[in-house]
Nanobody, 115 residues
Framework: QVQLVESGGGLVQPGGSLRLSCAAS????????MGWYRQAPGKARELVAD???????NYANSVMGRFAISRDNAGITVSLQMNSLKPEDTAVYFC?????????WGKGTLVTVSQ
């Protein structure tokens, strides 16, 4: 069982930065896959970035070069550094984990990019 709690969302002006964190409460010693997804109003949930247990990262084209995903050495915390934020980055950001083929989701944290 994995419980995910996101933090770090908020209101930021265009061009600003935010750092999201996701902490996993789990009896597992390692989580193979962790990622960040987002869902804007009226749109489907989409992948933002993910990272595997061997450190391979993957980014959506829309955030490449602006966002960076990382995880701690214990493998149960994942962060998303978001720079040069744009109004179109406004969304609820969700943390996802996968272990033994089972997917787990956090409840999300709202990021609003606006003047």
């Amino acid at each position: 069982q994995v419980q995910l709690v996101e933090s770090g969302g908020g209101l930021v002006q265009p061009g600003g930065s935010l750092r999201l964190s996701c902490a996993a409460s789990t009896t597992f010693s390692w989580i193979n896959y962790m990622g960040w997804y987002r869902q804007a109003p009226g749109k489907a949930r989409e992948l933002v970035a993910d990272i595997t247990s061997d450190g391979k990262t993957n980014y959506a084209n829309s955030v490449m070069g602006r966002f960076a995903i990382s995880r701690d050495n214990a493998g149960i915390t994942v962060s998303l550094q978001m720079n040069s934020l744009k109004p179109e980055d406004t969304a609820v950001y969700f943390c996802k984990a996968r272990k033994y083929g089972v997917e787990y989701w956090g409840k999300g944290t709202l990021v609003t990019v606006s003047q």
